[in-house]
């Protein structure tokens, strides 16, 4: 179990920082995963960002992803969406055109802190406090599939092991530190998983915003 978003961050930072990274931007989903990044961003000397996705909720349980919307209108349907009771293409239409308006409405708050980061032959590391089916991720990387990067790597503290190797073929890595066989909630990970507003990471965006010198390895935050 994690004490909370930086403990787990820190761990992942330690992860990322023994290997090489070029030009380093990280990518954070909001809003939890902001909390995650902005600490990457301080421990690497990288450049924070977001990137807007929204999962589809299934009709009688909003917390299973039966797919996603990218902030680029890129459609996930997970491959069992239509198998969930009350699923169909008139659901899929409305909860798609909602999660739009979401998303829409988030790129103007995050977007009036900061423009999109140029990704472009960089280091693109994608992160969140932990994936469960991995909708919303998958929908972050397929954002990026045309933008460029160097690599794509995805680090998240925990996720299941099925949606680790889901996420695999999207990107060049993922950097995993629980995988567990029965993941339940992401919050059962964290001794201290507080809700994350969007005035927090809003503040988180505009103060890592840019890239700054990461401190030297092994020093305290």
């Known amino acids: 179990m994690f004490m909370d978003r930086e403990d787990a961050a820190l761990q992942l930072a330690r992860r990322l920082r023994a290997g090489t990274l070029k030009d380093p931007v990280i990518l954070a989903i909001p809003r939890g995963g902001v909390v995650t990044g902005a600490v990457l961003a301080r421990e690497l000397g990288a450049e ?13 349980q909003p917390e299973l992803a039966i797919g996603a919307l990218g902030e680029d209108g890129e459609l ?32 103007q708050r995050f977007r009036a802190v900061r423009p999109p980061a ?13 994936v469960a089916t991995g ?13 460029g990067p160097h690599e794509v790597i995805v680090a998240v503290p ?31 990970f964290y001794a201290d998983f507080e809700q994350v507003e ?6 988180l965006l505009g103060e890592y915003g840019v890239r700054r010198s990461a401190p030297p390895s092994g020093s305290s935050p």
């Not at 140029?118 to 932990?130: E, P």
């Not at 949606?163 to 909630?185: I, K």
């Not at 969007?198 to 503040?203: M, V």
Request: charged residues 30%.
């Open 135 to 147: 909708s919303t991720m998958l929908a972050a990387l397929h954002v990026l599939k045309t933008r």
């Open 48 to 60: 924070l960002d977001v990137v807007l996705a929204r999962k589809l909720r299934a009709p009688y």
């Open 158 to 188: 925990v996720a299941p092991p099925d949606t680790v190797a889901r996420l695999r073929p999207y990107c060049d890595r993922v950097e995993c530190l629980v995988e567990p066989a029965y993941m339940g909630g992401i919050s059962a």
């Open 198 to 203: 969007d005035a927090e990471a809003l503040r």
């Open 118 to 130: 140029d990704v472009a032959g960089r280091s693109v590391i994608v992160t969140d406090d932990g």
């Open 76 to 107: 996930y349907i997970a491959d069992f969406a239509h198998e969930v009771m009350g699923v169909n293409d008139a659901y899929l239409a409305r909860e798609r055109d909602h999660q739009a308006a979401e998303i829409e409405a988030r790129r």
